[in-house]
């Protein structure tokens, strides 16, 4: 009995004892429900950033704001990315570019349309939206999966995904694969599309000449640093000797074009179940289907009895209902554009009607509305400006209500090496869009070749000329070395990935045969080789100019190129920056842009002596610590996906 009692008085005393007996067992309490709402929140947000949780919604075909009439046709643009990568490459652009341009394309009111959209359009005479769009990703990467499907979601924006049947035979890790694409089917945003069975090229020679003859992707990739644009895809030509003289027939180079048609249809029918609707050839830009009328006639009857539609040219973003389904056109935005370029080449594509749609980006208005305008289009972007020229010509901006003489001037050119970027001091009277300013001194890199000019009295001197190349250019390779690294390179290659033990052992030995000659040096009187400048080589010039009096000191990239350099007599002028087409230059994969994006980062312009600022377009404050932090915290994210 008294031991009942101890108990039921135990059991009443714990009734009674307070949940929390001390403060540390509070804050137990607050922290475990805090880590579990922080468990709930992250995985909350890793799983809507990972995963599609909604379906492609068609647009709605009756909406009248929406469609246009067989008599007010607007045609549609296509749009065609290479591929997709988080930070962007020369090549792969940027999953944060991408997002911008397709909340662009949003904002100005675009809806995609399907391929299918496409076949009634052409075959069927069915309207499209106004605000036509149709997107591709080329290539069939498994990155461009990766980083793009979100955003489709996001947009409610649908593409066709293109892929190389090849690829699904040998099972390459690094592009998608059939079962990845069953996968895309089930929420609609993707639709399927393909290159054709290969990436392969032939009749290929080095750029001084030497006959490669054919490389597949792999090799190309390997060495494409060696080789200009003598070269050809697989289906686009007879296969040619070092004289370029075909070692096939024409039976034998039919059979050989159709076989690969034919080795396409088998293994989209096995691998994916259908063969797509969708065919995008390559290359583009040829005479119809091929370089040679033999070889078209031949692309021409496969593709045309395969396919429903054919993207033939590149370059060009607007198709309308004269346009043949197989020959239709796309431009392809490259990685190192700015979201004004995209916007500019769209508009000049359209047809005078339309051309008003195109609403350009301003970015940050408070530092966009401190500039006039004068021509083409300028985004403000955190610590920079890129100033978009028009096509063919220039773009300009000009600082309002400023006038000073003399100063010292630092900022960082990001623009590419073909094209001019212009800094205007000094200058004198209004520039128009067919006026230049009356009076000015300026600093220009032009074509990767610095200058700086003196405006006055209608007459233009130059004051330093600096050819960026040279400037840099510490230890100059001759051209018999060049010659002997694409000698060099060529056999590792061909050693790299050749078919048996023997002949890559074969290589090796040439290789190493090849890498021990000691070719004459520039020291001892060889030519220097002076690579080609690419159409998307960057560039990054930084200047540090003082103005004061009549001198001028200049310093290009910590390297002083001017000192105490004699100006004629100038009053106090404004301030101005300038973009302009540089010409179409060179370009390993036939890219042709009239439009130039000047890029002007960290302008910062003070008197000489630094004690009184005129702008500043530097970062400062909260926006200098937000910057620092996303740039650290995308450091700490690439070393997870590098590493991990």
């Given amino acids: 009995m008294a031991e009942d009692k101890q108990e039921k008085r135990a059991s009443a005393l714990a009734k009674k004892r307070p949940l929390f007996q001390t403060k540390k067992d509070v804050i137990k309490f607050v922290r475990g429900i805090l880590e579990l709402v922080s468990i709930i929140v992250i995985a909350y947000v890793a799983i809507h950033s990972l995963f599609v949780m909604k379906s492609y919604q068609h647009y709605d075909e009756n909406d009248p704001k929406i469609m246009s009439t067989r008599k007010s046709d607007h045609g549609f643009v296509a749009l065609s990315y290479f591929g997709v ?56 990467r498994k990155d461009t999966l990766l980083f793009t499907e979100k955003l489709l979601e996001k947009m409610n924006y649908q593409a066709s995904i293109l892929t190389y049947g090849e690829k699904f035979k040998n099972n390459d890790q690094k592009f998608v694969s059939p079962k990845d694409l069953q996968n895309l089917k089930k929420q609609g945003f993707w639709e399927l599309g393909t290159n054709g069975y290969r990436l392969s090229y032939i009749n290929a020679y080095d750029r001084y000449g030497r006959f490669l003859g054919e490389l597949d992707s792999r090799e190309f990739v390997e060495i494409n640093q060696f080789i200009g644009r003598n070269y050809n895809h697989y289906l686009m030509d007879y296969i040619r000797d070092k004289n370029h003289i075909p070692v096939e027939s024409t039976r034998e180079m039919d059979k050989r074009l159709s076989k690969d048609y034919q080795l396409m249809k088998q293994v989209y029918g096995q691998r994916v179940g259908q063969l797509p609707d969708l065919y ?20 021409a009857r496969n593709l045309e009895g395969m396919f429903k539609l054919n993207v033939n040219r590149e370059g060009y973003s607007w198709n309308s209902r004269k346009s043949s389904p197989y020959d239709l056109t796309r431009l392809e935005p490259q990685a190192w554009w700015y979201r004004n370029h995209l916007l500019m080449r769209i508009r000049d594509d359209l047809p005078k009607k339309d051309k008003g749609n195109i609403k350009f980006v301003k970015g940050n208005k408070r530092k966009f509305n401190q500039w006039k305008l004068v021509k083409g289009a300028a985004e403000f972007k955190n610590d920079l400006v ?34 001019q970027q212009t800094i205007y001091l000094r200058t004198q009277g209004t520039a128009t869009k067919k ?4 009076d ?32 840099h250019d510490d230890h100059p390779v001759s051209i018999p070395q060049d010659k002997q690294a694409a000698l060099t390179a060529e056999l590792k290659v061909r050693a790299k990935f050749a078919r048996n033990n023997t002949t890559a052992g074969l290589y090796r030995l040439k290789a190493a045969k090849a890498a021990r000659k000691k070719p004459k040096t520039v020291k001892q009187g060889a030519k220097e080789y002076v690579p080609t400048i690419q159409i998307q080589d960057p560039g990054d010039v930084k200047l540090d100019l003082t103005v004061a009096g009549d001198r001028l000191d200049l310093k290009v990239d910590g390297i002083r190129v001017a000192k105490q350099v004699k100006l004629a007599g100038q009053p106090a002028g404004g301030l101005a920056l300038e973009s302009i087409f540089g010409g179409f230059g060179a370009s390993q994969r036939n890219i042709a842009d009239d439009v130039y994006d000047g890029v002007f980062k960290n302008l910062v312009v003070t008197s000489p002596d630094d004690q009184r600022t005129y702008y500043d377009e530097r970062l400062h404050g909260w926006d200098l610590f937000k910057d620092k932090w996303n740039n650290f915290w995308n450091a700490v994210i690439n070393w997870f996906i590098v590493n991990l």
């Fill in 280 to 299: 995008c050839l390559m290359h583009s830009n040829t005479s119809r289907y091929g370089n040679n009328a033999n070889v078209s006639a031949v692309n």
């Fill in 386 to 419: 890129a100033v978009t020229s028009e096509s063919e010509s220039n773009g300009l901006i000009a600082l309002k209500n400023k006038q000073f003489r003399d100063c010292h001037l630092q900022c960082e050119l990001l623009g590419n090496k073909i094209g």
């Fill in 440 to 471: 000015y001194l300026a600093v220009s890199v032009e074509n990767n070749v610095l200058y700086v000019r003196q405006k006055t009295a209608g007459h233009v001197r130059t004051l330093v000329k600096q050819d960026m190349f040279k400037l």
């Fill in 85 to 140: 990568d988080r930070q962007g490459t020369d090549s792969l652009i940027a999953i944060k570019r991408l997002d911008e341009e397709l909340s662009d394309l949003k904002r100005l009111g675009y809806v995609t349309v399907s391929q299918k959209d496409l076949e009634d359009y052409y075959y069927h005479d069915k309207p499209l939206p106004k605000k036509a769009v149709f997107i591709m990703f080329e290539d069939g």
């Fill in 435 to 438: 006026k230049d300013y009356t």
